[in-house]
T-cell receptor, first 111, second 115 residues
Framework: TQLLEQSPQFLSIQEGENLTVYCNSS?????LQWYRQEPGEGPVLLVT?????EVKKLKRLTFQFGDARKDSSLHITAAQPGDTGLYLC???????????FGGGTRVLVKP | KAGVTQTPRYLIKTRGQQVTLSCSPI?????VSWYQQTPGQGLQFLFE???????NKGNFPGRFSGRQFSNSRSEMNVSTLELGDSALYLC??????????????FGEGSRLTVL
């Protein structure tokens, strides 16, 4: 069982549609990061959230950290083919601890 | 500035052999972490080195080991390879140790196939 559960595991949508990816846990995290990984490459950091209830926007991407710091979501508005990739959430349980990754959500945006 | 460099990018080994993978972090980064990525298990933490000391270790058998040199370059070794060790091995460097919410910069990975 993953400490961080991501859903859905796979998402296929048409260009222009919206999508939301969820990252859930029963544990509290001091911070949570979202990464995107494209085929043949390593993950690249998109955002870090540290405060419960925090909302961060990155162009068409909106990230939210749950009030209790146990969950997070990533919402993409008007998805484009360039948004295709594997989205990974990663959490730190406490200072000095290792970063734990969720299982990932594979997003395919068709033109 | 140059990114994280991992070598080799691809390699094929047979069961029972051993393998050494290398990682050169971004200049100035003192933390190097290693992850194993497979379709079934996702990204699994192997270990983190900071200033030549292993700070954290994941739940992998003793066949998996690593080290970090004084120039922050790191190597990981897998002995007595098993079919299940086939995976993409990712190295990530960070300016800060993982507990300080530092950003991880990943290399492109070393894809290991065990036959």
């Amino acid at each position: 069982t993953q400490l961080l559960e991501q859903s859905p595991q796979f998402l296929s949508i048409q260009e222009g549609e919206n999508l939301t990816v969820y990252c859930n846990s029963s544990s509290v995290f001091s911070s949570l990061q979202w990464y995107r990984q494209e085929p043949g490459e390593g993950p690249v950091l998109l955002v870090t959230v540290v405060t419960g209830g925090e909302v961060k926007k990155l162009k068409r991407l909106t990230f939210q950290f749950g009030d209790a710091r146990k969950d997070s979501s990533l919402h993409i508005t008007a998805a484009q083919p360039g948004d295709t990739g594997l989205y990974l959430c990663a959490g730190e349980k406490a200072a000095g601890n290792k970063l734990t990754f969720g299982g990932g959500t594979r997003v395919l945006v068709k033109p | 500035k140059a990114g994280v460099t991992q070598t080799p990018r691809y390699l094929i080994k047979t069961r029972g052999q051993q393998v050494t993978l290398s990682c050169s972090p971004i200049s100035g980064h003192r933390s190097v972490s290693w992850y194993q990525q497979t379709p079934g298990q996702g990204l699994q933490f192997l270990f983190e080195y900071f200033s030549e000391t292993q700070r954290n270790k994941g739940n992998f058998p003793g066949r998996f080991s690593g080290r970090q040199f004084s120039n922050s370059r790191s190597e990981m070794n897998v002995s007595t390879l098993e079919l299940g060790d086939s995976a993409l091995y990712l190295c990530a460097s960070s300016l800060l140790t993982q507990g300080a919410s530092g950003e991880l910069f990943f290399g492109e990975g070393s894809r290991l196939t065990v036959l």
